[in-house]
């Protein structure tokens, strides 16, 4: 027990233990409009959402900037890091990454991750997760910004919970 207080004293310093030091902010600038979280889809599911205080500009248009950009949404994986281009997605596919334009739209769409303009995007066909037994399976999306020259805007990311019947079931 006394070893146990001496290293909580002594890692007092470094670490999770200097949580006043850490930015947390809520990111309320975009809202999804449907489907409600949570709630049961079908394939093909149009996910909409609202988007506040931010410019939306098609890739390439503009000076890169915070303020404005597209959309970036990933379903059922992790979103690319903070300053992150799409390439980071192929960064271990060599076949890829020595091909010009590549990762391109059929490459990213493969992934289940997808760009857009609009407050709004069809997908398709949510595959069943592998290894998840359960006949309604929880799917996540997620929606991050990305800047005009294509790197990923600061750390917000937006998660929407979708559950689905498991295909085949």
């Known amino acids: 027990m006394a070893l146990a207080a001496t290293l909580v004293l002594v890692s007092g310093g470094c670490g999770l233990t200097q949580m006043h030091n850490l930015a947390f902010r809520v990111d309320n600038r975009l809202v999804f409009v449907s489907p409600p979280s949570r709630s ?8 909409r959402w609202r988007m506040g205080q ?6 390439g248009a503009g000076k890169a ?37 590549c990762p391109d739209r059929a490459y990213l ?6 760009t857009t303009t609009k407050t ?4 398709g066909q949510i595959p069943s ?3 998840d037994s359960e006949a309604v399976q929880l799917h996540t999306v997620t929606v991050v910004l990305m800047d005009t020259a294509g790197h990923r805007i600061g750390e917000s990311a937006w998660e929407l919970d979708l559950r689905m019947r498991k295909v085949g079931l």
């Open 120 to 123: 709004e995007l069809t997908l």
């Open 129 to 131: 997760i592998p290894g």
């Open 54 to 59: 931010f410019r939306i500009e098609a890739p």
């Open 109 to 114: 769409a493969a992934r289940q991750i997808y």
């Open 65 to 101: 900037s915070e303020g404005a950009g597209y959309f970036a949404v990933f379903v059922d994986r992790a979103p690319i890091r903070p300053g992150q281009t799409m390439r980071a997605v192929a960064s271990r596919d060599l076949l890829c990454m020595h091909q010009a334009g």
């Open 40 to 47: 049961v889809v079908t394939n093909p599911v149009t996910v």
